[in-house]
T-cell receptor, first 117, second 112 residues
């Protein structure tokens, strides 16, 4: 079984630009969650996608948007980049059980490190 | 709604025990525990669902007190490999749109 893979691993952008980060979920998983992790901080929840629909959103502005595809892979898009967007972006896949409302064990990818200059 | 973790940091000698606490101001449905080593992704340790159960994973175990909205992670006879930052993640269930929300982390260093 393949693990969670993210691309790109590192990227540098300038303020105002747009970025797309990609995530391939683990085989058999139906849910992808995206997190932003600043240096020395815990992962901050951005949003979760379950079966191609947004299933939860944290306190992030609308310029953070996402997609989940039929194969359960996902994209995170950030428009109008700001300096504070510099962080490690983590994707985690899981097998969400709506009947139990339990996200389940999160399998994290290695992350995409974004630097905004 | 971010859970609170204590202590912020702890240094242990090999073989010593440690307890990391996680508490929430909101009723919890589940608690996750993860360990992240420097430069790596967080790795799942265990998940506890409401019901006050306790789980174990080799020398690492955890408890979940639903009434107190608290969970504790117990590391016994610590090994050098236990070093890293431990995060608890809380989930509030069907009444909330939030999913797994992580605490600020507890840095654990095990020295020889």
């Amino acid at each position: 079984e393949t693990g969670v893979t993210q691309s790109p691993t590192h990227l540098i952008k300038t303020r105002g630009q747009q970025v797309t980060l990609r995530c391939s979920s683990q085989s058999g998983h139906n849910t992808v969650s995206w997190y932003q992790q600043a240096l020395g901080q815990g992962p901050q929840f951005i949003f979760q996608y379950y079966r191609e629909e947004e299933n939860g959103r944290g306190n992030f502005p609308p310029r953070f948007s996402g997609l989940q595809f039929p194969n359960y892979s996902s994209e995170l898009n950030v428009n109008a980049l700001e300096l504070d967007d510099s962080a490690l972006y983590l994707c985690a896949s899981s097998l969400f059980s709506k009947g139990d409302w339990n996200t389940g064990e999160l399998f994290f990818g290695e992350g995409s490190r974004l630097t905004v200059l | 709604q971010q859970p609170v973790q204590s202590p912020q940091a702890v240094i242990l000698r090999e073989g010593e025990d440690a307890v990391i606490n996680c508490s929430s101001s909101k009723a919890l449905y589940s608690v996750h525990w993860y360990r992240q080593k420097h430069g790596e992704a967080p790795v799942f340790l265990m998940i506890l669902l409401k019901g006050g159960e306790q789980k174990g994973h080799e020398k690492i175990s955890a408890s979940f007190n639903e009434k107190k909205q608290q969970s504790s992670l117990y590391l016994t006879a610590s090994q050098l490999s236990y070093s890293g930052t431990y995060f608890c993640g809380t989930e509030f269930g069907k009444t909330s749109y939030d999913k797994v929300i992580f605490g600020p982390g507890t840095s654990l260093s095990v020295i020889p």
